[in-house]
């Protein structure tokens, strides 16, 4: 079975080390949060989206994203803090999906309540911007066995940048699981498998455990083949 093979390529992990920087501009009210929306950098729609999820690591709040936070708590807006929330960032394969899904979840809320536009919120939302360095760690594989004990011993974040970030950080419609899987021993459906996975509906951990289940059930089968054959 495919599962025998042993990679040329291995897997290699990594984390990330990240630091936040002053974006320098700033939003009081709704209408200005609409207005930085459009015109923030993608690296500063990244900072408050993929990263401030990345930082909840558990993701026990379902209000997981920046915008979501500021508008529950400095707007006081619950309903417009839940359906920013709802923002399905697996949907969105680039950053501008991400910015659009946004900046329409607003233009519709300040649509439906325009007296929510200029109401100064308890604190500005200053939006910011962030440098991310890969930082490659000695943990590599190149078997099925050995890329199952990578991910069990994977660090949240660690986790987080091989599985989430790669689907919109890299404008990719995949994670690093399923493309080295896929691509260096020939496990497709395995693959799909994993990259089905939808974190959003679960937790870091979760979906770790999840991955760990699959491999577990793609080990099972081969050995399970090996002992038919003999």
């Known amino acids: 079975m495919s599962g025998n093979r042993v990679a040329e390529a291995p897997f290699e992990t990594y984390t990330l080390a990240h630091v936040s920087r002053m974006g320098g501009q700033a939003a009081s009210t709704l209408r200005e949060l609409a207005q930085g929306l459009e015109t923030c950098s993608d690296e500063s729609i ?3 989206t993929i990263v401030a999820i990345r930082n909840q690591l558990a993701l026990t709040d379902n209000l997981a994203n920046d915008f979501a936070q500021w508008a529950r708590n400095s707007l006081k807006r619950e309903d417009l803090a839940s359906h920013l929330a709802t923002a399905d960032m697996k949907d969105c394969q680039t950053i501008g999906d991400l910015r659009g899904a946004f900046c329409e979840i607003v233009r519709a809320y300040l649509e439906a309540c325009p007296e929510a536009a200029d109401e100064a919120a308890e604190n500005p939302f200053y939006f910011c911007e962030g440098m991310e360095v890969a930082v490659p760690l000695r943990s590599t594989a ?4 050995e890329f199952r004990q990578c991910v069990q011993e994977m660090s949240g974040e660690s986790f987080y940048l091989h599985f989430v970030a790669p689907r919109t ?3 990719m419609q995949s994670n690093d699981f399923s493309m080295w899987l896929e691509k260096s021993l020939g496990l497709s459906e395995l693959a799909a498998k994993i990259n089905d996975i939808d974190v959003m509906d679960s ?3 979760g979906a770790k455990e999840r ?4 491999l577990d059930a793609e ?4 050995l399970k083949a090996i002992t038919a054959s003999n």
């Not at 991955?211 to 699959?214: N, S």
């Open 219 to 222: 080990r099972a089968a081969r």
């Open 203 to 205: 937790t870091l951990d």
């Open 46 to 48: 990244y900072h408050h």
């Open 211 to 214: 991955i760990l289940e699959l």
């Open 169 to 171: 950080r890299r404008e």
């Open 142 to 145: 190149r078997t099925l066995e």
